[in-house]
C-alpha cells in the first residue's frame, strides 16, 4: 500500500511539474504576444503621429459630448502659435474672435449636429497668437480615434481666398464704374453731335 501511495504522489508530483512546465511555457507565449503587442501599438502610434502632424491642414480632435479639445496637430500649433497645452485647455471659445457668429452656442450646434452623423462644412475663423484674425473653412465630422468615436475637425485657413474674393470683387465694382462712364461719355459725346 505504501508503494501504491508513493506511485499516487510521484505521478500527482510529475502532472505537477508537467502543468508547472505548460503554465510558464504558455505565461512565456503570452509575455510574447503583450510585447509583440506593445511593439505593434508603437508602430501604429508612431504612425498615426507621422500622418496626423504630417498634414498640412490644421487638425482638431474632440469630445463629441462636450466639445472639449483632446487632440492637435502640429500645423494647428503652428499655424496659430499656441501650445498643443493651450489648445487643450482652452477649448474652442478660447481661439475664436468674438461676436455673435463664433459664439459658442453657434459652434454647439455644428458640434451636436456632426455628432449626430452629419459631416458639417462651415465658416469660422481663429484669433492667433498675435491677435490676428484668420478666416478658416471647417470639415467637422465623427471619426474613430484609436478606437474612440471623436469629433474630428479639419481646418484649412481661407486667408488667401478670401483676400483673393475680394479683389475680384473690387475689380467687378471697378470695371462696372468704368462701363458706366464710358457709357455716359458716349452719351455724353452723342448728345454733343446733335
Known amino acids: 500500500q505504501r508503494d ?3 506511485k499516487k504522489r510521484r505521478s500527482a508530483e510529475q502532472r505537477l511539474r508537467e502543468a508547472q512546465v505548460d503554465l510558464e511555457r504558455r505565461v512565456a507565449e503570452r509575455t510574447l504576444d503583450l510585447e509583440n503587442a506593445n511593439e505593434e501599438l508603437k508602430r501604429s502610434e508612431a504612425n498615426y ?3 496626423f502632424d504630417g498634414a498640412t ?3 482638431v480632435i474632440q469630445d463629441p459630448a462636450t466639445g472639449a ?3 492637435v496637430n502640429a500645423e ?3 499655424a496659430s502659435g499656441y501650445t498643443r497645452e493651450e489648445f487643450l485647455t482652452g477649448g474652442v471659445q478660447g481661439f475664436s474672435p ?5 459664439s459658442l452656442e453657434r459652434a454647439m450646434a ?4 456632426a455628432a449626430a452623423g452629419e459631416p458639417q462644412l462651415f465658416e469660422w475663423g481663429f484669433v492667433d497668437r498675435q491677435g490676428e484674425f484668420h478666416p478658416t473653412e471647417v470639415h467637422l465630422k465623427m471619426a474613430d480615434v484609436r478606437g474612440e468615436q471623436r469629433l474630428l475637425g479639419i481646418i484649412r485657413d481661407i486667408s488667401e481666398r478670401k483676400r483673393v474674393e475680394q479683389e475680384k470683387q473690387k475689380l467687378e465694382h471697378q470695371m462696372q464704374q468704368a462701363q458706366k462712364l464710358e457709357s455716359l461719355g458716349v452719351l455724353a459725346g ?4 446733335h
Request: charged content about 40%; proline content about 0%; glycine content about 4%.
Open 49 to 51: 503621429r507621422q500622418i
Open 76 to 78: 494647428t500649433v503652428r
Open 57 to 59: 491642414d490644421m487638425i
Open 69 to 71: 479639445i483632446l487632440d
Open 110 to 113: 455644428y458640434m451636436r449636429a
Open 4 to 6: 501504491l501511495q508513493d
Open 190 to 193: 452723342r448728345s454733343e453731335d
Open 98 to 102: 468674438a461676436g455673435e457668429e463664433y
